[in-house]
């Protein structure tokens, strides 16, 4: 007990400013800004919304005494009666507060990006956080109608089309590959073993953990292709092994067997020899061998059996060649059909639609269904496309999509490695559940929620849905302990089978996977960030690097206080505040869970020492969301909150921004903003998941490629 | 943790086995010829991410050493120095972190004193990354504009990488941990010229052992290596490179990308020729499988292991700079506190708190010290012990083996700890304790502490000593100078930039100084803080000391 009360004295310190890694605040800086300068808009349109009702109070004591029309700025005087009236004289452009006029020329001087030579609105006096923050949210709580981000219907396709360089496969993508190559031509007990002893060893480099979604990752560095080089070469000699040579040569030449009626093993004929390299060639570089006079890739691998006396070197040597090749370890697009009106865009062809399909939704090579679609039909045609688009889609090899892309949107990469086993020092007091907390915990703590994002898309949910969820996905018994259920969840769960939670938990914001922290103690500064940063997508300026100033506390009064009143203690300096009245209320929503997960209706009151008094004390999860969303914005308890969270605006241009993000191994350009909208639209109109999940598959764009001008 | 004590003793004697071996030059390979005429030098960085607490656990003494170098020497700046031995005859060690494991090392080595980093943002700028180490203040991609006038360059163990001179057969660096993805908060430039964050590629000793030595199936001291059975494949395989990239349809960025992969595999084939591995390459037997299991004082074993192994590598020649650093994320275990908070956030922001009933500060000296003590004692002795085949040298008199460590709990940018040890060769003296503070002004020597705020009393720039380094170690200022660099600092003339920094023309120098405009950290205040001359390595004493 101790230790608890070093940690109360020092979380002080610690809770906030464990941002070293994840943003912190910097009170004069703070004004939240949102991800995409363009990326937010809402639901509500009304001009006598609250927030419209508050930006008319602002606008009137900061800006109507000089913009009336016998004030000193009646060349631009504003009509209060109407929010319209400032989208028709060009003043703001609703839903987009950065691209509005009226939001520029504000004093904003806190701001990083603020020019006192434009941005000088007030000319008498200062516009405060507050009210900016005000007028920012009415803009935004405008709609267009045509989705939140800039766009162009008339530009032409050269323009909406972004250059981009070849993409070097993910670690991911590369195991999945060489597992399904092997798989194909080997059958799966031979492939696992090869596979494990051609991997045996290889561990790729750690990706940041700032780096949310490792596949975009396309640096081809002297380590991975070291790693490159070992695999090849191992596999490339298990193969030709004696146990495995005839099973290898004999399926890849039998995939196609062209003019090699009959295969003698021991000595290939020579068009026996061919078609193993075409066969061998269509399956490593997803699409046939070239064999034009000027590129024949088909003879320049077939040489080999000429250069090598034994037969099964020959055939080690090719298969090692294609493991290294650029088409092997890349998307690597070209030799394809220019547009005719313009020669810098590329029509994918079949092959390389279904590589793309392939590569984006089930990180792996097609497999065979889909390479007979590639070569049956022509899949830049809609039709075509479409049949191609939803048998991906529909494979379970596209939960590899939905997994990887949930891990890397919530950051769950941070789910802590260890959490003090101490963690419980709140729990005795309450008499409550324990649980261990270990590898296996925490892996099906991540995996919950992965699933949660999983069955919302393969339930035809709503990304509302993943806020608001109540149904267990605990298997594990120290999770079901948390979660206070007794059933675990069925394997495949539906509506009629599920096991739902408790009516104190709903959605991924209440899973334990993103309450847990490394100490075991509640943080709500960490869960906000979190939410802040990966739900809502709001930016806030640096931390401060420097000494948080302590505010004394003596020991009796911590007896009497919450954590969540002790954080409001710690955070309540001007300073601190400034950016905290935002931060908090995005963690203290969430106070009745600990740090593991749990729910607790009551905290157990401690002394300075850590000592349990027997008291309880009343938990109050209460918030106001006004400094955020505006004024009357409140939730009443971590379910009110996720609920509310759930229809913000903010959510799902986040949940966009960061799918868009991982769709394309990129932020989206500007110039991709019709592709966002289309995506945006789904979700505001209560479109299925899924929809969204295609709908960047489905523009034009997936099947074209720009080059970059040479 | 257990303790392979026969192992590690193996070990030890393998490399010091040399020693009794006459060396003939006949058994090195083509490659080792070649560098008896340029003896091969090394470079290990070495970087902890948590701060020493107080000043006076780490440095000798908080008083000015007694000697000086002239103003005319030192470029304008006077310069304290005195005998790292001079301090071990009051006490019986350097200080509360550099224990009497290193008595026997004090003429081998230096401790710098008053090494101030330049400044760019919260991000780049706290002195717990890898990058800042190794004089690049760059940051993320998504915060580009924030580091918008900085220019994208390399950071020291790139350009010594990078260099012909330094690593002739383009070894690999390697870079691994104690703990953590490392990669928080470092940033580098990429073989595509984009700014990504770097860090190490392992914290799992058997995992680096087993990228060095393919699994442990390298070949140990005077056994002829053939060429790998796939060299001369790689050579077709850069054939079906090439012949796409004279294919149809291949843009600008297409080439970019094929071209660095040719440029891998070319080097990668150059690392599969046949060869002699050297004499003293012996890796086979010291403990590779200890790992920690918990917090950062259960490693020792661990980071003898890595010690050793740098050591194996060096010795074997497969790489010429290793860098090695401790967590950078304060959510790793392995930074974890006993009560199991991040040591960074746990204790370094809260020096004078107690816990365990010791004061926070002397709880990271202490653990500092164990990481000195397990780690940088063994790698030395190691070093020490282990003779250079082709100079006859001790491994560590022709290389340089570089520390540094976070300050304070305000990610203090100045006087940054640092110490080194070696000579490169003999381009560098030691046996010294440095002292670059500016004296001018200060009455209260005590209040020179870890506080920020109050210390006030700045040196030189830390990237200087990186240019002793990159002389030191066998390059030009060509290798790596840069005018654009610092152009801001050029050819100042406003005498508020200080007057030692007038008319310094163009300034060259490695590595970046500041961003234009950080606050306390912007070029103009940098200018006046400091002496201009950052491209001129740091002054040293003539002579080693006694």
Avoid at chain 1, 555 to 571: S, Y
Wanted: charged residues 15%; hydrophobic residues 35%; aromatic residues 10%.
């Amino acid at each position: 007990m101790k230790k608890l009360y070093f940690f109360l004295k020092r979380f002080r310190y610690w809770h906030l400013t464990t941002g070293v890694v994840v943003s912190l605040f910097v009170g004069q800086n703070c004004a939240p800004t949102h991800m995409s300068s363009t990326s937010s808009s809402s639901l509500a349109s009304s001009q006598d919304t609250p927030a419209f009702l508050a930006a008319k109070t602002v606008l009137t004591a900061k800006c109507v005494s000089c913009h009336n029309p016998s004030g000193v700025a009646a060349f631009s005087s504003f009509d209060l009666t109407s929010a319209q009236s400032f989208v028709e004289k060009g003043l703001i452009s609703p839903g987009k507060p950065d691209a509005s006029k009226l939001i520029f020329r504000l004093k904003a001087t806190w701001l990083a990006s603020h020019d006192p030579a434009v941005q000088n609105m007030p000319s008498l006096g200062s516009i405060s956080i507050s009210e900016y923050n005000v007028l920012r949210n009415w803009v935004l709580s405008m709609t267009s109608g045509a989705g939140p981000y800039t766009c162009n219907q008339n530009d032409p396709i050269e323009k909406k089309l972004v250059a981009t360089a070849p993409k070097l496969l993910s670690p991911l993508q590369y195991r999945n590959t060489l597992s399904d190559f092997l798989n194909a031509v080997m059958g799966s007990t031979s492939a696992s073993t090869i596979y494990n002893k051609a991997m045996t060893g290889v561990v790729f480099p750690d990706v940041s953990i700032e780096e949310k979604y490792p596949r975009k990752e396309n640096n081809l560095n002297a380590a991975h292709l070291k790693i490159f080089f070992n695999i090849a070469d191992a596999a490339a000699k298990e193969l030709v092994l004696n146990a495995n040579y005839s099973t290898f040569v004999t399926n890849v030449i039998n995939y196609d067997k062209g003019f090699c009626t009959m295969i003698n093993i021991a000595s290939l004929s020579t068009v026996c020899q061919t078609q193993f390299v075409r066969n061998l060639g269509f399956r490593l570089l997803r699409r046939p061998l070239r064999e034009i006079l000027a590129d024949n890739e088909t003879a320049a691998l077939t040489q080999e059996f000429a250069v090598f006396a034994l037969q099964t070197e020959a055939v080690s040597t090719i298969t090692f060649r294609l493991l290294l090749s650029t088409h092997f370890l890349y998307l690597f697009e070209n030799n394809e059909t220019p547009l005719t009106d313009n020669p810098n865009i590329l029509r994918l062809s079949s092959y390389a639609i279904a590589s793309r399909l392939s590569y984006q939704f089930w990180n792996s090579t097609p497999d065979n269904a889909l390479f007979a679609k590639a070569k049956a039909k022509d899949l830049y045609q809609e039709a075509d496309f479409l049949d191609a688009l939803d048998y991906v889609l529909q494979s379970p090899k596209a939960k590899s999509f939905i997994d990887e892309f949930t891990a890397g949107w919530l950051s769950l990469n941070r789910v802590p490695a260890l959490v003090n086993s101490e963690s419980a020092m709140q729990l005795p007091a309450l008499n409550l559940r324990t649980a261990r907390y270990d590898a296996a915990l925490r892996s099906q703590m991540i995996q919950e929620i992965q699933e949660i994002v999983s069955y919302t898309w393969r339930n035809n949910g709503f990304v509302e849905d993943i806020l608001t969820n109540n149904i267990s996905f605990a298997r594990n018994a120290e999770l079901m302990k948390i979660y206070n259920v007794a059933t675990p969840a069925p394997i495949t769960v539906n509506s009629s089978n599920a096991v739902r939670l408790p009516a104190t938990h709903a959605g991924i914001l209440t899973r334990a996977g993103l309450l847990v922290e490394a100490n075991g103690m509640q943080n709500p500064v960490h869960r906000a960030i979190r939410i802040i940063r990966d739900v809502a997508c709001i930016v806030l300026p640096e931390a401060p690097a420097d000494t948080i100033p302590e505010i004394p506390l003596t020991p009796g009064a911590i007896e009497t206080m919450t954590m969540r009143k002790q954080f409001e203690h710690n955070t309540s300096t001007t300073t601190c505040f400034e950016c905290h009245k935002t931060i908090n209320p995005f963690g203290f929503a969430l106070s009745n869970f600990n740090g593991l997960g749990y729910h607790q209706s009551q905290e157990p009151a401690l002394t300075a020492l850590g000592v349990p008094t027997g008291g309880q004390l009343t938990i109050d999860s209460r918030v106001s969301f006004d400094t955020t969303f505006g004024p009357a914005v409140r939730a009443t308890d971590a379910i009110d909150y996720s609920l509310l969270l759930s229809k913000r605006t903010e959510y799902k241009n986040c949940f966009i921004t960061n799918y868009t993000d991982y769709f394309l191994n990129r932020p989206a350009n500007a110039a991709e903003g019709c592709r966002l909208n289309k995506a945006y639209l789904k979700l505001e109109n209560r479109q299925p998941l899924g929809e969204v999940f295609r709908s960047l598959a489905l523009d034009p764009e997936f099947r074209l490629r720009k080059l970059e001008n040479n | 943790m257990k303790y392979n004590s026969k192992s590690r003793r193996m070990f030890l004697q393998g490399t010091g086995s040399t020693l009794a071996i006459p060396f003939l030059q006949s058994l090195l390979p083509r490659e080792t010829w070649a560098q008896s005429v340029s003896p091969a030098k090394r470079f290990v960085g070495v970087m902890t991410s948590f701060d020493i607490g107080h000043i006076s656990h780490f440095f000798p003494s908080l008083n000015k050493p007694t000697s000086q170098l002239s103003p005319s020497i030192a470029y304008h700046q006077p310069v304290q120095y005195s005998n790292l031995s001079s301090y071990l005859s009051s006490k019986p060690q350097l200080s509360r972190m550099i224990g009497p494991e290193f008595n026997p090392y004090v003429r081998s080595m230096n401790i710098f004193r008053g090494l101030d980093l330049g400044m760019a943002s919260h991000r780049s700028t706290i002195g717990h990354n890898m990058s800042t180490h190794l004089g690049v203040l760059n940051g993320p991609a998504n915060e580009a504009s924030i580091y918008s006038d900085l220019p994208k360059i390399l950071s020291m163990d790139q350009v010594l990488n990078n260099s012909l001179k330094f690593n002739p057969q383009k070894r690999p660096t390697y870079f691994w941990s104690y703990g953590g993805s490392g990669k928080a908060l470092s940033y580098q430039m990429d073989s595509s010229g984009q700014i990504v964050p770097v860090g190490p590629s392992t914290k799992n000793v058997l995992t680096a052992y087993n990228s060095v030595f393919d699994n442990g199936a390298y070949p140990e001291s005077g056994t002829t290596v053939p060429p790998h059975p796939r060299r001369d494949i790689l050579t077709r395989v850069m054939d079906d490179y090439t012949r796409v990239k004279n294919g149809r349809q291949i843009s600008s960025l297409d080439k970019i990308v094929l071209d660095n992969a040719l440029d891998k595999i070319s080097d990668l084939q150059r690392s599969l020729d046949s060869s002699i591995v050297r004499a003293g390459c012996f890796h086979k037997t010291f403990d590779k499988t200890t790992q920690p299991t918990s917090h950062y004082t259960d490693g020792r074993q661990t980071l003898k292991n890595f010690a050793d192994l740098i050591t194996a590598t060096l010795m074997c020649d497969l790489s010429r700079t290793v860098l090695f650093s401790t967590e950078t994320s304060s959510s790793s275990k392995y930074n974890m506190t006993t009560d199991g908070s991040g040591f960074h956030q746990g204790h370094s922001h809260n020096t004078y708190n107690v816990v365990n009933g010791k004061v926070n500060h002397e709880h990271m000296a202490d653990t500092q010290a164990e990481f000195i003590r397990y780690f940088i004692a063994p790698l030395i002795q190691n070093l020490s012990a282990a003779t250079d085949p082709t100079t006859g040298k001790s491994l560590l008199e022709t290389m340089v083996v570089h520390y540094s460590t976070e300050h304070s709990m305000t990610h203090s940018f100045q006087s940054r700890p640092t110490m080194m040890f070696g000579n490169a060769g003999g381009a560098i003296k030691t046996g010294y304790y440095m002292d670059y503070l500016n004296y001018a002004g200060i009455t209260d020597l005590k209040s020179t502490n870890d506080i920020a705020s109050s210390h006030l009393y700045t040196g030189t720039f830390y990237n200087r000593l990186l240019v002793n380094y990159l002389q030191g170690l066998g390059l030009s200022p060509s290798d790596y100078e840069n005018p654009t660099y610092n152009t801001p600092l050029s050819n100042l003339t406003d005498p508020n930039y200080g007057v030692h920094n007038l008319n310094l023309g163009t300034i060259g120098g490695f590595g970046h100084t500041s961003k234009t405009s950080f606050g306390a950290g912007d070029y103009k205040n940098f200018a006046k803080r400091f002496y201009g001359h950052y491209k001129h390595p740091l002054t040293l004493p003539p002579v080693n000391g006694t």
